[in-house]
């Protein structure tokens, strides 16, 4: 584990790089999963997780599910720093005030004022995680929003497919529902590729999110037969999240779901709406071919008896 000292010096590398080359070091400001759809097939009340997810929205999501015992693991080294800050905002920000200053709104970055510095200054006095705060102290004053902004990945989803992707994000009424329980959600962090990493405990759920789309199916097959060892009977891991072939196919490794199905014999694979449903059905006077296109997102499930 690096130094908080450490991991400030790797964000002010990552912000003045001028290569522009994506890297893990990238945080998600929300996910791009449709975890809305997904979320409610797995009993997640009173339960134990483990999940990726540097956007800490699948923690989000199950803890205002009652989930109780969370544990982010993310090969992304700001993770924890993020989660944090993410936390502080929704504490302190109204549901509009939030979208603000938290969603970019689209890969050109639609909303300027997203990530501005007044707003940034009330929520960082109110982290209380002493490291986070003194990261983003750190940040905040040595660079400018548009700069901050390269601490994340340019695939941001517009603010109405937030509240579609997300449920504590869906209306105020659900926004209002984390902020009287989110003071009592502290996650555990681990910084490491989940690949690589030994487990120390069992889980009743495990989210993979879509990190398959950047490993062989071997490689995916691997890791899942050694993560079945750390699922408790009656629990579940979400083996991958794979987006429709229409979206982001080009990094999509193991989109053949029925020649994956032969190698995973015992899980099972099932269809919500994707992201780029939600995209098209908001579009207006978009031509018929755009719905055509359409395709829905699928989960491969692990269920251990």
């Known amino acids: ?51 990726v997810g540097s956007s800490s929205d699948q923690v989000l999501n199950a803890h205002f599910l009652g989930c109780k015992d969370i544990t982010l693991i993310d090969i992304n080294k700001f993770t924890k720093e993020f989660f944090y800050l993410k936390k502080a905002a929704i504490e302190r920000l109204s549901y509009k005030q939030f979208f603000k200053f938290m969603s970019m709104e689209g890969t050109v970055i639609r ?13 960082i006095e109110h982290i209380e995680d002493p490291e986070s705060k003194h990261f983003w102290k750190e940040i905040v004053t040595n660079f400018e929003p ?109 989109n053949d779901i029925e020649k994956t199905e032969k190698k995973f014999s015992d899980a099972h694979t099932f269809q919500i709406r994707g992201r780029e449903d939600i995209e098209l059905r908001i579009r207006e006077n978009s031509p018929a071919s755009w719905y055509l296109a359409s395709t829905p997102d699928e989960l491969l499930v692990y269920r251990k008896k």
């Not at 000292?5 to 790797?10: D, F, M, S, V």
Request: glycine fraction near 2%; hydrophobic fraction near 35%; charge should be positive.
């Open 146 to 254: 548009k700069q901050i902004k390269k601490l994340f990945t340019p695939d941001v989803p517009f603010t109405y497919e937030l509240k579609e992707l997300n449920n504590y994000l869906q209306d105020e009424e659900s926004y209002h529902k984390i902020k009287k329980t989110i003071k009592k959600l502290k996650p555990k962090f681990i910084t490491a590729n989940i690949y690589k990493y030994k487990l120390k405990r069992n889980y009743d759920n495990i989210f993979l999110s879509n990190i398959a789309d950047y490993n062989d199916v071997d490689e995916t097959y691997k890791l899942y037969n050694r993560l079945k060892d750390n699922i408790n009977a009656g629990g579940a891991i979400l083996i991958a999240y794979l987006y429709g072939p229409n979206y982001m196919s080009a990094t999509r490794k193991i």
């Open 1 to 51: 584990m690096s130094t908080i000292e450490e991991r400030i010096a790797l964000a002010k590398k990552e912000i003045l790089d001028t290569s522009n080359i994506a890297t893990f070091n990238r945080l998600y400001c929300f996910t791009t999963e449709n975890i809305n759809g997904y979320i409610d097939r797995f009993n997640l009340k009173g339960k134990s997780l483990l999940t």
């Open 111 to 123: 909303n300027r004022k997203s990530f501005n510095k007044k707003t940034f200054n009330k929520i």
